[in-house]
């Protein structure tokens, strides 16, 4: 499973806990899941159905299996999903003029949609053969810029 703690959050905000909020731990665990489920939307679709499962595979489930995730190859993302959709979005005061945070979370925001899209196209490490290493061929990617019908 994707996680992060609050020490990777003060790598990108150092004054987190400064606001009145003692812990973001809920946020950080939702945030995670949030990345999982972005994976499993934008990511699996392509790599499930680009000829990596033979006829061994598919009598099993094509459900994704975060646990075969390379988790700190996702570290950054969930930082920005957590500060972008979670934590900042709390300290906001919403009022008509956008505040500090409010601008902080739109960057946030932007910045895990890059991250994201990076990781992709770089290619998802993904232990699909449960071996406990990633190879190479594991970790190709799916997407290629190309037209898709």
């Not at 680009?50 to 969930?78: H, P, W």
């Not at 999903?81 to 739109?106: Q, V």
């Amino acid at each position: 499973m994707l996680s992060i703690t609050i020490d990777d959050i003060k790598k990108y905000e150092p004054n987190i806990l400064d606001y009145g909020i003692d812990s973001f731990e809920q946020d950080i665990t939702e945030a995670a899941k949030d990345v999982t489920r972005d994976l499993r939307i934008r990511w699996w679709p392509s790599y499930a159905n680009s000829g990596k499962y033979d006829i061994s595979v598919l009598n099993s489930s094509l459900e994704m299996d975060d646990g075969k995730l390379t988790a700190s190859q996702f570290t950054r993302a969930v930082v920005y999903f957590a500060l972008g959709y979670h934590i900042m979005p709390k300290l906001s005061s919403f009022n008509a003029e956008s505040d500090l945070f409010e601008r902080k979370f739109e960057f946030y925001r932007k910045e895990y949609s890059r991250e994201f899209e990076k990781v992709v196209l770089d290619g998802v490490e993904y232990d699909l053969d449960s071996s406990g290493s990633i190879t190479n061929s594991e970790k190709e990617p799916t997407y290629y810029r190309r037209l898709k019908r």
